[in-house]
């Protein structure tokens, strides 16, 4: 039996949550709905930090901060094996006006926790106490680190820049997400292309701007910009191959001030995904090309801007391979789904995963109708405290397991 299972033989059932995490619960999750009432935007993390920098101090951590601005490192080494690990918890909210009424619902106008990172820094932060606790043994060096800015900027990637695997060696990185739609508690895990890349792409069309009464006097970015639109379309249905997934959406469309009055020009904003990096790159080739052709029929010209990108998500074979199989462990076949799908949603702990190799799985949060289920980036989203402990659970599971 894996140790630190305790099994109730009156019913038949394990209790799979680590008792020193479950012992930890309620401070954790006061914690959690502390962070969920004072969100912090990207970039912007500063109480987050030093909130999270205090506890790792506090329970024996080196403490690295101001990596990535507002990320931070906690470092703990047991035994004298150099073998390394690193966990990576998310800890930016978003721009939206919360809607829950819960007591712990934000108390910052226009700022919320939607995508419950005061949750995944929560379950970070009760991975950690046990870690440093003399109930969990291991040999080697965990490295947990607390990511700034995944909604927006990247914040993984400003973290690997500042020198994040250079001062943090690590031979393999895990990373989770709650999950609204999948059961309570529930892991999935898939290996290879996992989530989309995403860039997102501002279009400008130039034209000539005159009297709505006299359009032929004019180069109207308007109807340039409108046939753009169209144009756009084909790229998904023509050039990319049959079964590959991909997406080009136009979100936002801005041009003219007045209905008698043909503007200057016209501004749209693209999302981009793609599964694999080569039908990236064709999506952003057509884009140019046609942006840059269908301008020029109008008689008008074009700038574009991609920025925000972030690349595909990739788990290795081997350590997705290797967390499943200890989740299977731990918590029996009841508790890992057989199989999840590829996701369009893009994160960017995937420059993480471009660097080191390792594994992004989920976590349910709960099923459509019960307690969980509201969609994240939702204003009536509120992260689940039920899994608090089976997350981290499995992050101190693995480091036990790799730092044998």
């Given amino acids: 039996m894996t140790a630190g299972i305790s099994y109730f033989p009156e019913t038949g059932m394990t209790d799979f949550v680590i008792p020193e995490i479950k012992a930890a619960e309620d401070e954790m999750i006061a914690i959690r709905h502390y962070l969920h009432a004072n969100p912090e935007l990207s970039l912007e993390e500063f109480n987050t930090s030093e909130l999270v920098a205090g506890k790792l101090a506090e329970w024996g951590y080196q403490v690295t901060r101001e990596l990535g601005k507002t990320g931070l490192v906690g470092s703990l080494r047991k035994g004298d094996s150099p073998r390394t690990i690193g966990l990576r918890a998310d800890m930016d909210a978003l721009p939206i006006f919360e809607t829950t009424d819960l007591p712990w619902a934000s108390t910052v106008a226009g700022k919320m926790h939607a995508c419950g990172h005061d949750g995944h820094t929560t379950i970070l932060l009760a991975a950690a106490k046990y870690i440093a606790s003399p109930a969990c043994e291991f040999n080697g060096t965990v490295h947990l680190i607390f990511q700034p800015a995944e909604e927006a900027i990247g914040g993984a990637d400003l973290m690997i820049k500042d020198g994040l695997f250079d001062r943090f060696p690590c031979e393999r990185i895990f990373a989770l997400h709650n999950m609204p739609g999948l059961p309570v508690g529930k892991l999935g895990f898939y290996a290879g292309n996992f989530m989309a890349s995403a860039d997102t792409v501002k279009i400008t069309v130039h034209g ?35 079964g590959e997934t991909a997406v080009v959406t136009v979100g936002t469309f801005q041009s003219g001030i007045a209905s008698n009055v043909i503007p200057e020009s016209a501004v749209m904003e693209l999302t981009v995904r793609a599964m ?81 190799p390792g594994c992004y799985f989920l976590l349910g949060n709960g099923e459509k109708g019960g307690k969980g289920s509201c969609m994240v980036h939702n204003p009536g989203y509120d992260f689940n405290d039920d899994i608090i402990s089976t997350g981290a659970t499995l992050f101190a599971r693995l480091v036990e397991t790799h730092c044998r």
């Fill in 276 to 356: 694999k990096p080569e039908v990236r790159d064709l999506l952003i080739k057509r884009i140019h090309e046609i942006t840059e052709f269908t301008a020029k029929s109008y008689g008008a010209t074009s700038e574009i801007e991609v920025y925000d990108s972030y690349p595909v998500l990739t788990n290795s074979e081997e350590e997705t391979a290797f967390a499943r199989a200890l989740a299977l462990e731990v918590f029996g076949s009841e508790k890992v789904l057989p199989s999840i799908a590829p996701m369009n949603a893009s994160e960017d702990f995937a420059f993480m995963l471009q660097a080191r």
């Fill in 208 to 242: 000539y701007g005159g009297h709505g009464a006299h359009p032929d006097r004019t180069v109207d970015p308007i109807l340039a910009g409108a046939a753009l639109v169209m144009a756009l379309q084909s790229i998904v249905a023509r050039n990319v191959p049959p």
